[in-house]
């Protein structure tokens, strides 16, 4: 059975990661999707590669593709600045689970 671990919460959204079946769950804004652990490198990936210089503009206008076909979300630069905070520092939390766990200072729950 599923029971995914959060790894970060923020106002817009959440991530959490499921140990049992290798799955994401992102959570952000209205939408949640699931991404398997390549799919989520490679969104991280993909998401880091868009410039966010910071702007005024509340016009969503970036388009990010999803693995599900005809699927994605569409940003405004600050909820992209939002979102790759969000990424960034659930990989660092899971990461440093993973540290944690390899030195017995963590049961993994
Ligand atoms: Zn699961």
């Known amino acids: 059975m599923c029971a995914p671990k959060l790894l970060h919460h923020s106002e817009l959204g959440l991530i959490r ?32 590669k868009i410039s966010t ?10 388009w990010i593709n999803l693995p599900a076909e005809d699927v994605g979300l569409l940003l405004n ?19 440093l689970n993973t540290i944690l766990q390899e030195v017995g200072l963590s049961s993994p729950k």
Do not use: P
Not at 26 to 48: E, M, P
Not at 83 to 93: D, W
């Open 77 to 95: 630069t600050l909820e992209l600045i939002k979102l790759k905070e969000l990424v960034g520092l659930s990989l660092h939390t899971q990461k």
């Open 53 to 62: 210089i910071e702007t005024e503009c509340k016009i969503k206008d970036i």
């Open 17 to 48: 990661f499921c140990e049992e079946c290798r799955h994401y769950q992102i959570a952000f804004g209205t939408i949640v999707f699931t991404l398997d652990v390549k799919d989520f490198y490679h969104f991280s990936t993909s998401i880091n």
